[in-house]
């Protein structure tokens, strides 16, 4: 299984971006898909999380500006940032939770590789 986050860029402060993030593989199910930033120097912290049935949860930060969606038959998952800040700058990450494997039926977690965001002022 893997995943593979795109979309990151550089964007002036008060614009949007939109980041994807597909899993690819031998992916029997999925719970939940979620985002992740890590700026420099700073520990990663949660941005949004989406279930598998779209229940949402968002950091404080997140809340009104970025939108999480997915969509299951594609195995990806959305992240709609709008107004962007300087302080949004990071290394984004997609994760998967409770990841079933088709045939080992082995359950497991997965990131994929960080997309560069940076929002110059």
């Known amino acids: 299984v893997q995943l593979q986050a795109s979309g990151g860029g550089l964007v002036q402060a008060g614009g949007p971006l939109r980041l994807s993030c597909v899993a690819s593989g031998r992916i029997f199910s999925i719970n939940g898909m979620g985002w992740y930033r890590q700026a420099p120097g700073k520990q990663r912290e949660l941005v949004a999380v989406?279930?598998?049935?779209?229940?949402?949860h968002y950091a404080d930060f997140a809340k009104g500006r970025f939108t999480i969606s997915r969509d299951n038959a594609k195995n990806t998952v959305y992240l709609q940032m709008n107004s962007l800040k300087p302080e949004d700058t990071a290394a984004y990450y997609c994760h998967a939770d409770q990841v079933v494997v088709t045939g080992t039926w082995v359950v497991a977690d997965y990131w994929g590789q960080g997309t560069e965001v940076t929002v110059s002022s």
């Open positions: 989406i279930s598998s049935g779209d229940s949402t």
